[in-house]
């Protein structure tokens, strides 16, 4: 079925060091995976995209890798910083549906 | 570019009443809109499909009769919660992408809140 799972639902670091967030999915055929980064009573907000014919996207401190074979996707935050602090949800594209991960709660701190 | 519009972006109604939730798409056409659902501390779950010019596709164990969706044109679809009830006060949020690629925008969202 339409299913994506995401881990962990809980993560705290301290401020420079790394965090990274897990995801995976079931339907092969899904070519389309976003990232979204929600703060509190706000509608989420597109942070870093990967599409099926990449393994690895960066934009500064924000990365994502792609394993199709294994079916999951990371989200890999470096440097981190307290305005980090959110809620992160990835996504995968089933047809013409984006189907979204349970979350995950970040907190960093200072 | 690529803004979606939500209206309101708060609603208290009372138990029984109808609310209405507009998502406009203000500077392209959008002939696909996506309405989501989230409860406090809980993902995004789709409620349905809006497609211009036709019948929305709803998600297993959403009941079409209860929110009408209506996407009467490229750039609106509203979503009607008829006879609202306390469970159904949540965080309702649309989306829409451009035609032909995956990123989709959302609405600010719409917080209903039935007493």
Known sequence: GENVEQHPSTLSVQEGDSAVIKCTYSDSASNYFPWYKQELGKRPQLIIDIRSNVGEKKDQRIAVTLNKTAKHFSLHITETQPEDSAVYFCAAIYGNKLVFGAGTILRVKS | ?115
């Open chain 2, 1 to 115: 570019g690529a803004v979606v519009s939500q209206h309101p972006s708060w609603v208290i109604c009372k138990s029984g009443t109808s609310v209405k939730i507009e998502c406009r798409s203000l500077d392209f056409q959008a002939t696909t809109m996506f309405w989501y659902r989230q409860f406090p501390k809980q993902s995004l779950m789709l409620m349905a499909t809006s497609n211009e010019g036709s019948k929305a596709t709803y998600e297993q164990g959403v009941e079409k009769d209860k929110f009408l969706i209506n996407h009467a044109s490229l750039t609106l679809s509203t979503l009607t919660v008829t006879s609202a009830h306390p469970e159904d006060s949540s965080f309702y949020i649309c989306s829409a992408s451009l035609a032909g690629s995956s990123p989709l925008h959302f609405g600010n969202g719409t917080r209903l809140t039935v007493t």
